[in-house]
């Protein structure tokens, strides 16, 4: 939690946040993922400065739980002083008890921004769903809230101006706007119409507009003049046995035993890696996400 201290920016964690959606894909599937099609209305987790305390906190906690479909869930929330934004202790259930910064006590309005990510901790732990190292899991877990519908609220809890700041998760402002934005290109839902903070919708146009160049990378048929010139040349250099595709580049060759040559690259979905001939216009269907895709290959 960023509480007046400085708000780091831009896309470092963007290789963990897209590992982090094909992994959300891969163990739910695809059936389930659509479950989740609406998210969090602000309504459900609306926090008013006279609404007792530990009542409303155990109201907002129950919405997450039915959010996230965990119906046998019952969460014990308090407060106390810490470090970190909240804990949740990640026991064998049905009770799982969650801790609160005492700072929520007065800024009662980010409770549902905590919990849609504590809760979201309790899902992926019934999942068995987890990265190895605690950055990289926690930042799985922003990503999931944010997929899954809960995370505008984690995003909507960034605020910064001359004199303070605050941010709640281990994404950056703008990686919670790219993960909204995929979202959002998935289900054709726009959360930016209940930010409250300005800075969040900000960060969700930044967002937007890093997930829009996933659909505009060659080979497929939207990229632009440039990336397609340069997919040429590395094409070229490939069919002839010169060179591999840069490291940098999103796609890669490999020729098979007895075939045509292959390129591979992510599906701007899910980011799961497809594999399709060399050989022209192609038109090919994720079978993780079932994204249809027109390449130019």
């Known amino acids: 939690m960023a509480n007046g201290g400085p708000v780091e920016h831009g896309f470092p964690h963007l290789d963990t946040v ?5 992994a959300l894909w891969k163990r739910l599937s695809y059936d389930t993922v659509h479950t ?4 969090v209305a602000p309504a459900d987790v609306a926090f008013a400065d006279a609404d007792d305390l530990h009542l409303g906190a155990q109201r907002v906690a129950r919405e997450m739980v039915r959010h996230y479909r965990l119906p046998d869930a019952r969460m014990i929330v308090g407060f106390r002083e810490m470090t970190h934004a909240a804990n949740v202790e990640l026991a064998a259930g049905p009770e799982y008890f969650i801790e609160l910064n005492d700072r929520f006590r007065t800024h009662r309005r980010d409770i549902g921004a905590a919990l849609a990510h504590e809760v979201m901790h309790v899902y992926l732990h019934r999942l068995d769903l987890a990265f190895p190292g605690t950055r990289a899991n926690e930042i799985l877990t922003d990503t999931a809230a944010a997929y899954l519908g809960a995370g505008w609220l984690l995003l909507d809890a960034y605020r910064e101006d001359a004199a303070s700041s605050q ?26 119409v209940w930010f ?12 937007m507009a890093r997930a829009r160049l996933d659909e505009q990378r060659p080979p497929l048929t939207a990229a632009g003049w440039a990336g397609r010139r340069r997919y040429a040349k590395d094409r070229r250099h490939a069919q002839d046995h010169t060179a591999p595709a840069p490291p940098d580049a999103p796609y890669s060759f490999a020729a098979d035993s007895a075939g045509p040559l292959r390129v591979s ?4 979905t899910c980011h799961q890696r497809i594999r399709v001939p060399v050989r022209g216009r192609v038109r090919a269907r994720c079978a993780l996400c079932r994204t249809v895709l027109e390449c130019d290959t």
Request: net charge positive; proline share 10%; hydrophobic share 35%.
């Open 18 to 22: 897209r590992a982090s959606i094909t």
């Open 36 to 39: 989740f099609s609406a998210s």
């Open 167 to 192: 941010k709640l998760g281990y994404l950056t402002p703008e990686e919670f706007g790219y993960v909204l934005a995929k979202r959002a290109l998935v289900f054709g839902e726009d959360p930016s």
């Open 196 to 207: 409250t903070s300005p800075q969040a919708y900000t960060a969700y146009t930044k967002g």
């Open 265 to 268: 690259f992510p599906c701007p």
